[in-house]
């Protein structure tokens, strides 16, 4: 069952009281869109400078997370920023690659952890190559757990499909492998390209065969058994609605 796709999402807000030494959530490792590490972040503190980069190392933000690459940034005063980029195993998988003599531009949140200045950065600019990091509001990229509202408006490119799933699975080796489900549709089984597995496993969904479920796709993709893997834009289950793409297709783990 095909159905119009509600154009455009916006991403919701949530409040709670910050803590800098105890990590309460340890979902990716303590990088989730809700852990104490990413509520530091602050709009009202974030700055934009430029500098070169004269090191770049992993180091662990909190007690008890998992490592994070960080780069020091020689400034234009002569100093040297601490720029947290964000965890390794999203840093390391993006185009983008930043390294050691790299004149870039950093946007980021100026923020203090355990009496240290760092920035959480939202946004590297490397000549016309750009690394993002964090949505406008501050949340991260690497973590799509938090539900998602559709706006109004409507594409005719992109079209809601329901189903059951049957099955979850990796497929392909490597770098290459993704994420994909087995969705028994009313066109037939089919499979759905949630995104690479090394994005999609750290976010911790539950498909449960049996479970119903929509997904969102555009473009040309055929929705029937003989089709290649269909990708996901969005998935809506258990009353939720999450982005793995955004409109045009393009991965959330791209940067949005």
Known sequence: MR??????????LTSAALSQTVI????????????????LYNQSSQITFTGKVTGIQKTVPMRGMAPATTLLVKTST?????VELGPTWYVENQQTKIRTKDNIQVTGSKVMIDGRGVILAKLIKKNTSVLALRRINGRPYWD???????????DPNVYEVTGTVEGFRIYGDGADSYAGLSL???????TVDLGPQWFVGPQQFNFVNGMNLSFATGGTYRVDPYSNPIPAYWVRFGGNTYQFRN????GIWMGG
């Open 3 to 12: 159905n119009l796709l509600l154009l455009g999402i916006a991403f919701g």
């Open 24 to 39: 309460v959530d340890n979902r990716m490792g303590g990088y989730a869109f809700n852990s104490p590490y990413n509520k």
């Open 78 to 82: 002569g100093g040297t920023a601490v």
């Open 144 to 154: 799509i757990s938090e539900p998602v509202v559709l706006n109004s408006g409507v």
């Open 184 to 190: 028994r549709t009313s066109e037939g089984l089919i």
């Open 247 to 250: 409109n045009n297709g393009t």
